[in-house]
């Protein structure tokens, strides 16, 4: 039993060393600390992975131009940003922030993506009245909550669901889809813009020859893919994660099916995407929040910074960007880091110049972009919708690209 | 278990129990860390009970988990329990014990409903798979259930009820120490020597009148309470009960783990296995968070490796031939 007991007296030990070490520095009245929990790894890592970087551009440049006037403090304080990861789950989202409140003491904190991620992280900011400001939810996820500690900007699925059509409405009758297909994932993000997706096909007199829901993670695609080829689908409306996405147009290649129109959310706007699926990626219409061709101020700069880091372009960079710039307005405003003053600096209130433009809070804390369309060229997102000067290019067969 | 054991599981039990009256505890980190630790150590209990006790691999602990927090959950925001009471006392249904408990029993009734086919006719990996099954059958339900489980979205339950994570760090610590003395009792019991008689060999039991099937449901159905009052506490701490977290297979991969690491069929190796690969994976995440699934990958391999009887056999079997 003395032995059980070395046992148990290890472990003990172990796991107060191992806490301990865990124990960081925090910020006293020399600098703010912002945190952000960010899917570093997971299925989502793609998404993280420029989430990441925005946020750290974002903090670079309001440091470089001396940090921000906290009237509490009597100076400018720079900003520090520090990340943890969600693993790209909801339910490590609590776990993050626990270790961001509570281990890296920070003062305020960036949203990580997708709704019922961002849902779960601004419940826990509620608790620990901390102000967690987020870009990447819907609203009708996150408004019935009625939260005091987190204010958010995205676009409606709604509107957002009606891209597609306001697309397949300019182009000429031939090219117009006869048979198109929604494929929304099982999650709440993908239930709320099937819906809206639904909603929008009956506006714009279009039936859905295919209407299925996607499994999450399943690496045999090729039923689907069958029911697809019967159906004689010649359009694709796609809502799934980049993984499940890439493995889907694999597949697609694999069984010699393709369609003119391929448009994807959640999955093809990475970088990643185009790496995966190198010139196959061409032809594929994406969703995005932002884009480097918007006429907004820091816009332009921000899309050559991230090209010229990765060779590549993103489509939502600036919206992740966007969103540490209105926190650190707002902490200015505010003139602290309390969640309370943040709130009210926020809700119902008007943020200039952002990369996304300006942004009008509503008095529950919402503001509005508008979802974007572009279509994969050549490793490049080309913007169409809104106000591209892209011309839509139809995918030919594989064989024949 | 010795005299001086005990004297210092009740020294150590105490001292936790009196932690959140030291000044700022309730406010570090490692506080949230303990009331993970107690959680996990909770499911890991569940687990050791029908597969490290009762030689049943169960894949199912998340379906059961999520069961109890859905219960929960769904009885607090339909106020389905306590009607005009409710308007009175909106803080009722927060760490109701009634409702705490419906969420093990209707776990546990799943568990029976589900034991009685898959245990009579499966074994082994079979019945491994079978409760896996089982765990995908209910998410789906849950994703599909409507406006009474909020569809794949889940149920959000108020938020601003939450004041201090002390209430959840005493219920879990209780809970881990009411699990770990209820299984120590019950293995000290005939159902006890019943359900290691049958772990050992079924058939050989069954020749002396054991009726194997209900000594198995039996411990399947209480590795579900277990598991669904544990789900029941989490909805407290977490407030938004969805399919994907709260039946996200890592509340079965990860309990599992800790009870092999720890020690399966050991009262104290659940215990001793969650404290420490939690830490591993909890330090992991904040020293390295890019590359955490490698260093918590890596603990596990080398915990096999090195340690593949767990730590509370290695422990013994080290100090008996030393």
Redesign the interface.
């Given at each position: 039993?003395?032995?059980?007991?070395?046992?148990?007296l290890?472990?003990?030990l172990?796991?107060t060393v191992?806490?301990a070490?865990?124990?960081?520095a925090y910020a006293g009245d020399t600098e703010i600390v912002i945190g952000a929990p960010i899917s570093?790894?997971g299925p989502l890592a793609g998404d993280g992975k420029e989430q990441k970087w925005a946020y750290e551009q974002a903090v670079a440049d309001i440091n470089k131009a001396g940090g921000i006037m906290v009237k509490s403090a009597g100076k400018k304080l720079p900003l520090r940003l520090v990340?943890?990861?969600d693993e790209s789950?909801?339910?490590k989202v609590?776990?993050?922030l626990?270790?961001l409140i509570?281990?890296q003491k920070v003062d305020a904190l960036l949203s990580t993506h997708s709704?019922?991620m961002n849902?779960?992280g601004a419940?826990v900011a509620?608790?620990y009245k901390k102000f967690y400001m987020i870009t990447t939810a819907f609203p009708f996820?996150w408004q019935?909550?009625k939260?005091k500690y987190s204010a958010l900007f995205f676009f409606h699925p709604g509107p957002g669901a009606e891209v597609p059509f306001e697309v397949w409405d300019k182009l000429p009758a031939d090219e117009k889809p006869k048979h198109p297909a929604l494929i929304t994932e099982?999650?709440?993000d993908?239930?709320?813009f099937g819906g809206a997706f639904q909603a929008a096909a009956k506006k714009y007199g279009y039936t859905f020859a295919v209407d299925d829901p996607w499994a999450i993670g399943a690496t045999d695609y090729s039923a689907l893919i069958t029911k697809l080829k019967a159906a004689d689908v010649d359009a694709m409306l796609v809502f799934g994660s980049p993984a499940d996405t890439i493995t889907l147009l694999r597949q697609m290649k694999e069984l010699g099916f393709s369609v003119p129109y391929f448009h994807g959310w959640k999955g093809t706007w990475t970088g990643e995407f185009h790496e995966a699926l190198g010139p196959d990626s061409d032809y594929i219409m994406t969703d995005g929040f932002w884009s480097a061709s918007y006429p907004y101020k820091g816009a332009k700069e921000l899309g050559e910074r991230y090209e010229a880091e990765y060779k590549k372009d993103s489509v939502t960079v600036g919206a992740f960007y966007a969103n540490a710039q209105v926190l650190a307005q707002a902490i200015e405003k505010a003139g602290s880091t309390d969640a309370a003053a943040i709130h009210d600096a926020i809700f119902g209130q008007e943020f200039k110049d952002t990369v996304v433009g300006d942004l009008k809070f509503d008095e529950t804390g919402f503001a509005l972009i508008p979802s974007v369309a572009t279509q994969w060229w050549q490793g490049k997102h080309q913007l169409i919708y809104p106000d591209g000067t892209w011309t839509y290019k139809p995918a030919p067969a594989w064989d024949k690209r | 278990?010795?005299r001086?054991?005990q004297c210092?599981a009740i020294v150590v039990v105490a001292a936790l129990a009196l932690l959140p009256f030291v000044p700022g505890a309730v406010?570090?980190?490692?506080?949230?860390?303990l009331f993970?630790?107690f959680l996990y150590a909770i499911m890991a209990q569940s687990w050791n009970l029908v597969a490290g006790y009762g030689g049943q691999i169960s894949l199912g602990s998340h379906a059961f988990f999520g069961l109890g927090a859905y219960t929960t959950a769904i009885l607090w925001t339909g106020n389905y329990l306590w009607g005009s009471l409710y308007d009175k006392h909106p803080s009722i249904y927060y760490f109701d014990p009634v409702t705490m408990l419906l969420g093990g029993i209707v776990a546990s009734l799943a568990a029976v409903i589900v034991g009685l086919p898959l245990l009579s006719k499966l074994h082994g990996d079979y019945f491994a798979l079978g409760t896996l099954g089982f765990g995908e059958i209910v998410k789906?339900l849950f994703?599909n259930g409507g406006d009474f489980t909020g569809?794949?979205?889940?149920i959000?339950a108020p938020?601003?009820m939450?004041d201090t994570l002390r209430p959840h760090y005493w219920v879990a610590l209780g809970l881990m120490v009411a699990t770990a003395l209820a299984i120590r009792a019950l293995m000290r019991s005939r159902y006890g020597l019943a359900l290691i008689a049958v772990r050992d060999d079924e058939m050989a039991a069954s020749a002396n009148g054991i009726d194997t099937l209900k000594v198995k449901v039996a411990a399947f159905a209480g590795s579900a309470f277990i598991a669904g009052v544990a789900g029941s506490l989490y909805t407290y701490?977490?407030?938004?009960v969805?399919p994907?977290?709260?039946f996200?297979l890592?509340?079965m991969l990860l309990p599992l783990m800790m009870t092999v690491v720890g020690g399966t069929g050991?009262l104290?190796g659940p215990?001793?296995g969650a404290?420490?690969m939690?830490?591993?994976f909890?330090?992991a995440?904040?020293?390295v968070?890019?590359y955490?699934?490698v260093i918590s990958g890596l603990t596990i391999i080398l915990a096999m490796l090195f340690l593949p009887k767990g730590?509370?056999r290695?422990?013994?079997g080290?100090?008996?031939t030393g």
């Open positions: 039993m003395e032995i059980s007991l070395n046992g148990m290890a472990g003990l172990l796991s191992l806490s070490a865990g124990t960081v570093l790894t990340v943890a990861d789950s909801e339910g609590a776990s993050a626990e270790n509570k281990v709704g019922p849902i779960a419940i509620e608790k996820e019935p909550l939260l099982d999650s709440p993908g239930k709320g | 278990m010795s001086t054991l210092i406010d570090a980190y490692y506080f949230s860390f993970f630790i789906v994703v569809s794949a979205f889940g959000v938020a601003g939450f701490y977490i407030f938004h969805g994907d977290s709260v996200d890592d509340w050991t104290l215990i001793l404290l420490v939690y830490a591993v909890d330090l995440r904040i020293v968070p890019d955490h699934p730590l509370m290695s422990f013994a080290r100090a008996r």
